[in-house]
Structures are given as C-alpha cells and as structure tokens.
C-alpha cells in the first residue's frame, strides 16, 4: 500500500506484466466452463444439429457459443469424417478464441485446433476444429465450393453482418438448400450453423427455410447508465473524447468500488495515447488517502485492438492479480466478439471506426462515427455479465438522440462490393443483383463493383470474369493492388510490387511517437527514409524500408534505429513470401500474361502502379489541392504523413492509395505520375455506362446488343481521336 502500483502493456513495460500474470495464472479449467450457461444445453444442442441440417442458435454474448459449442460437437463425434470449421468476422476473435480452446482442451495450437486467418495459418493435418475469419472461408469456397473437407460449418457472430458473413451466408444457402447442388463432391451431408447474439433470428430463420432456432437462456444483470456532458451533438473530434474517457475512467478507479473496467474507443493509436495518459494519471495516486475502496490496490491497464500481438492479447483475459483494478482499453471487439471476465464499468465514447463507402467521394472511407443506439446497449450489457454494473456514457442525451442511428447498417450496404463481386462471379453466381442476400446492398453499389471490375479488366463487356480476373481472384488483397502488382509480374518486375503489397497489407509501419521531441526525431529519420528512395514517392519509400530493412544485419534493431515497427516489418515480410508463392504458383499453372517495356526503373514502377490505380488519379487544382478525376471531383489534400507534403515542386498528376477523412479530406501514399500514363485509362473511368452492366449482371444481354456497344464506343474514340487532332492543330 505503500506504493503505487501501476502497470501498463506498452512494449517497455511488457516484462513488470508478465512477472505479474505468472504468479496469478489461473487454469482456464473445464469446471470453469461448466459454469456457462450453454453447458446445461449441451445434450440438446448435439441432438440438434444432428437432426437438422440448418440451425440457428442465440443467446447473449459470453454464454460460451464460441469457444464451446465446436467441443460439443468434437467429442460426439462430429468430427470422424470431416473438419468443424467456425468462421469470426475478425481476425483477433480468430486467434484468441483458438488460443483458449486449446489451452481447454490441452493441445498445442495448431493441432487438432488451430486457426487460419488472411496471411496466417495455425493449422495442420491434425486440425479438426478450426477457427478462421470469414474472409479466409469463402477463398476456401472458391477452390472446393462443395467444402468437401468439412462436416460442420459454423458461421459465427452472424449479428455483425460483415460483409463476407454475409456473403457465405447467401452462398451456403445456394449451395446447401439444392439437394443436388449440396452432394457434389461430397459423400456425407453437411450442417450448417449459424450463430448469433442478437434476436434477428426470425429474419434468420425464413431466410434458411424456417429452419429451427435455438436459443440459449441466460441471466444478465441490471446495468445502470448515466450520460455525460462532455459530447454533445456538435462533436466529432477524436481529441476531446480520448481526454474524456481517460478522465471517467480515472474517476471509476479512484470513486468506484473494486471491479474492472473496459472502456470503449476506437482504434490503435487513439488506445495507445489513451492508455499513456491513464498511466501518468495514475502513477500521481497514493492509495492510502485517493481511492475510495481500499482494498484497491493499483490499476493494471490494458490495450486491446486488432493489429496487436497475439501473446499480449492473450493478458486480456487473464484475472488481475488480488487488490488490483484491471482496465482494458479496446476497440469495438471488445463488444461482442470477445468476451472479458469480471467487468463491472464501461466507459463508452460513443465513437466506432467504420468502413463506409463514401459516396461524395467514391471511395470507401474509414471514418469515426457514432455508434448505434443498439451498439451502446450492446457495449453497456458487458458489465451485467456476472453481477450488476454501471456504464458511464460520455455524451450527453441530445447526442444519443440526435447523432446515433438505432441499428447499426449491414457491411454489405455501406461499402465496396468490388471483392466480393469478383468472388461470386468466379465461384459461377453469374446474376449478381439476384443473388439471395439477406439484406440487398443498393444496386448502384453492385453498379459500382461492376463497373470497377470492368476497368481492371476482370470482367468482359458481358460480365464474364476474364482470365485475368481469374488470377485476380486468387490474391487477399485489393483488386486494384491486385491488378498493379499483376502488370508488374507480365513486366518481370515483380520485385517491386510485392513489397509494396505486402508493406500496405500490414499495419503501419512508422512509429509515431507521443512525444513532441521524439515525435521530431522520428519525422527526420522518416523523411530520411524517403529522401533515400528518391523522395516524392510514397510507393517507393515503402519499398525501400523493405528493401534497406531486409538486407540488414540486425533488422530489428534497424528498425529501432529508423523509428520503424519491427513487428510490422516481419509481418511484411511474411506477406511478402506469401504473395509470392502464389504469384510463383500462378505463373506455372496458367497462360501467365507477358509483356515488355523499355524505360527507367522508376517509370516502370509508377506506370505499373497507375495500372492499378488510376481509379485514384488526381489532378492539381491550386496549392496542395487537388482534384479527383473519378467523375466525382473531389477536393482533395495531400496527408501531412506524405513525402509529397512539403513539396513545392511541379506535381499536376498524382495517384494515391487511400482516402482519411476528418476535417479536411486526405489522401496518404501518394505518387506523382505523368499524364500521358494514365491518359489511355483514363476514359475507362467514363466510357462505361452502368445500366449496360446491369443488363449484363441480369443475363438479359444479346450479341447484338453488345455488337451495337462496341460500335457505339468505337464510334466516340474516333470522334475523340478527331476532337483531339482539332486541338492539336488549333495549337499548333
Ligand atoms: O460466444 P459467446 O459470446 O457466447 O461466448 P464465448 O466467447 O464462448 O465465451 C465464453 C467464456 O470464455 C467467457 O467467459 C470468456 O471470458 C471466456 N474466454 C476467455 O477466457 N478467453 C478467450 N480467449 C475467449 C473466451
Ligand atoms: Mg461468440
């Protein structure tokens, strides 16, 4: 008591917590799974997926559906002829509930279960139960679309309608409801389980033929929750809500009695500075006179979202040590897809980092929004788990009313379909607006996915995916990285590419510090970095930091050195080698496209990137505002993180990689080009007219009506080509 004890898991501190958690290890028991409420059920749910080949189960969050119902079903012998695959829309939910399943039934992860998630793979022969993200089950549809492999599916966490779940959802429908569709290249039946903790299941249940629901009872207890004044219906910067929820949470460790506490944000770096601020706060306390309950004893605190590394995920869920207060920083995760024993306060900030298609500037965007009414119920109900709890909200009443929608909207009708699309029309789903969704995204979004896929040249004139769509299809990546690092790999400078790929497929990789000096530090030895590859090109600075991180000696400490995540670093370079093996794979197999191309190095690169990009062209308006070329116009500026920033250079013609919204609309990873580069792509962005996809998307299309197309188009590039030699003459 004499001390203040107060930890927290930032990478230097990694050491005080693990001492810690060794001496409080509990054993995750098998009795301690008896106590959840699925365990009663046991017996009837084995009996209910044998007896029906459709099966929805509900029941609240943290009623063991995840992490128990695969055990069920394993020990009674589901898992003789093929694999129980469970698929979580998010990759930590993936990994960690793997890792707790193994650690309950004693096996080492990766044999009889493991996980696969894009990019990595925890399984091997041995692995019957495995846990994998959405995504990773519908590549594997693509290559076995019968899942001959498997003899249940479990599609878990279906009330967070991701897109992929709700993509495998349409599909295991198609597949498994036509008798004869559902035995090809299968020899036993397949069961389907769809799992879900809200109570949508009527909708649900019609849409998989009334199948039956069976839901898992369960006792929640009374959360009570107060608003606060510090957000009202005028705020949406990040910066006031962070010094909010740090100060109700210091206020919950010092006035609340003992009990932890998860406080809701929204992502990486928010949480970081979060947690540092709560730190210092903390580190001020004497326990003997500040805090209100004084059997606390020290307040442990705990970040959790997506990008972190997996051994410190799993602290989450180890008990703190008696007398100290845990606190878990997370991002919405921590909602409903993971589960965290003994909290009894929520700080919520009312905030969520969403993927939204942007329609102003046709792009898909990730932006801070408002939660959903639901949501904060949601967030709240995490402390009535095992006793009552309270929730503080941070926002006041009229921002509840006026800023938060009631439900959350579906993945699939607020972002780019351009993947998926791709996906259903390679696995044969030929009618893609007709497809049975449980919910239809707008059709001009299917318009747009189609309509981009045809400029990458995926699909053909009558929505038939071409061959390159064929190989597109195979990387988990973009498809327009996709279709940049393809021209590379025709050009035999693939070496260039996959890098780059691999780098903007990982977190980032530049370490921001909080401190205004270190902060300097590390600004000097990035632009450095990108002085070294030339400047001015954010692609190529990327390849470099590879490239000079690679053939060091030490490359951690290169990357200490540089300001650089080392973790980042090794898990590009991971993704490297797995693009690459299947590029390698793909060479050999198929008519691989090859071309040549005689120029410097640096042109061949940008000129393969504006392959790829040059959806994501913009030209200068005026200053460092540019404008997109899309047909939306936007307004554009170039990200401060950029090396183009500060130049004062000529730059007219730009490509770039994404799109970050707050106040002003930015564009990071940004490489100049040359108009003449992307000038003969650039009518592809206007020339195809939507509504004659559709028609292609409906199969209601005739040759000749694509004859009349092809003549109609053929007819405008001759009328083009005259207008410009007019001009050409007129200047001259
Ligand atoms: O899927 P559902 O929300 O119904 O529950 P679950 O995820 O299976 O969680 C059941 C229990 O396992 C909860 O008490 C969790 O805290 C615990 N759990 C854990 O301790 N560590 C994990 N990595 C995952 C779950
Ligand atoms: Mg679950």
């Known amino acids: 008591k004499e001390q203040s004890q107060a930890f927290i898991v930032v990478e230097e501190f990694m050491s005080r917590v693990q001492i810690m958690s060794k001496s409080s290890r509990m054993d995750p028991e098998r009795n301690e799974s008896k106590q959840l409420p699925i365990y009663q059920h046991k017996t009837k749910l084995r009996q209910a997926v044998r007896d029906n080949d459709f099966l929805i189960i509900t029941g609240e969050t943290g009623s063991g559906k995840t992490t128990q119902l695969p055990q069920y079903l394993h020990r009674a012998g589901f898992c003789k002829k093929g694999k129980i695959g469970i698929t979580q829309p998010r990759r930590v939910a993936a990994i960690t509930v793997a890792q707790r399943v193994a650690q309950e039934v004693k096996c080492t992860l990766g044999r009889e279960v493991g996980y696969q998630v894009r990019f990595d793979d925890c399984t091997s022969q041995d692995t019957v139960v495995k846990y994998m993200t959405d995504g990773c089950l519908l590549r594997e549809i693509l290559a076995d679309p019968g899942l001959s492999q498997y003899s249940v599916i479990i599609l878990d966490e279906v009330h967070e309608r991701s897109l992929n779940t709700d993509i495998l959802l349409g599909l295991l429908k198609k597949i498994f409801s036509n008798p004869d569709e559902a035995k090809k290249g299968r020899s036993f039946p397949l069961k389907v389980v769809v799992m879900s903790a809200t109570l949508e299941t009527e909708k649900l249940s019609s849409f998989f033929g009334n199948c039956p629901v069976f839901t898992i009872p369960g006792r929640t207890f009374p959360v009570s929750c107060t608003f606060g004044s510090a957000i009202g219906h005028k705020d949406t910067e990040s910066s006031g809500y962070v010094k909010e929820v740090v100060k109700v949470a210091f206020d919950i460790h010092t006035s609340e009695m003992a009990g932890d506490i998860l406080v809701f944000l929204t992502g990486q770096s928010e949480i970081e500075r979060a947690c540092d601020l709560l730190f210092e706060k903390a580190e001020s306390i004497d326990y003997r006179y500040d805090v209100h309950d004084q059997t606390v004893e020290g307040l442990l605190i705990l970040p959790l979202y997506g990008s972190m590394p997996t051994d410190q995920q799993r602290q989450i869920f180890q008990p703190p040590p008696p007398g100290i207060r845990k606190c878990v920083v997370a991002t919405n995760i921590a909602a409903t897809s993971l589960t965290i024993n003994g909290i009894k306060y929520i700080v919520d900030s009312g905030f969520v980092k969403q993927l939204n298609h942007n329609s102003r500037v046709g792009l898909d965007i990730l932006e801070v929004v408002p939660i959903s009414k639901s949501e904060a119920q949601q967030r709240a109900g995490r402390a009535g788990r095992t006793s009552a709890g309270k929730c503080f909200r941070i926002y006041n009443k009229e921002f509840w009313e006026k800023c938060m929608p009631e439900y959350t909207i579906p993945e699939i009708q607020r972002t780019s379909l351009t993947a998926v699309i791709l996906t259903l029309k390679c696995l044969g789903v030929h009618d893609v607006i007709r497809f049975p969704y449980l919910d239809c995204p707008e059709e001009r979004f299917i318009l747009e996915a189609l309509k981009q896929l045809y400029q990458f040249d995926a699909i053909d004139r009558r929505g038939r995916v071409t061959q390159l769509g064929e190989l597109m299809v195979e990387f988990p990546l973009h498809p327009g990285l996709t279709r940049a690092l393809l021209k590379a790999a025709s050009l035999g400078c693939q070496d260039l590419l996959l890098p780059v790929a691999a780098m903007l497929s990982v977190e980032n990789i530049f370490i921001r510090p909080g401190h205004p000096d270190k902060q300097k530090e590390a600004e000097k030895k990035h632009s450095a970095l990108a002085a070294k590859s030339g400047g001015m090109n954010d692609f190529a600075t990327l390849l470099s930091v590879f490239q000079l991180c690679k053939s060091s000696d030490k490359p951690s400490a290169w990357c200490k050195d540089h300001w650089i995540h080392w973790r980042a ?164």
């Open 569 to 732: 670093l090794k898990s590009a370079f991971s993704v490297e080698t797995q693009l690459r093996d299947i590029l390698l794979r793909l060479q050999q197999k198929r008519d691989f496209p090859v071309e040549v191309f005689d120029g410097n190095k640096s042109e061949l690169f940008r000129r393969c990137l504006c392959t790829g990009y040059f959806t994501n062209v913009a030209r200068r308006s005026v200053g460092k505002v540019f404008c997109t070329m899309d047909g939306h116009g936007s307004m554009v500026h170039v990200h401060p993180s950029s090396s183009l920033f500060d130049q004062e250079a000529e730059l007219d013609w730009i490509i770039f990689h994404d799109v970050l919204v707050t106040s002003r609309v930015y564009i990071r990873t940004v490489c100049p080009v040359r108009y003449e580069w992307v000038k003969d792509l650039l009518p592809k962005l206007h020339e195809v007219d939507v509504y004659e996809l559709s028609n292609v998307a409906r199969e209601e299309v005739t040759d000749e009506e694509i004859m009349k197309w092809e003549n109609k188009e053929a007819a405008k590039r001759q009328q083009d080509d005259a207008m410009k030699k007019l001009e050409k003459r007129n200047d001259d």
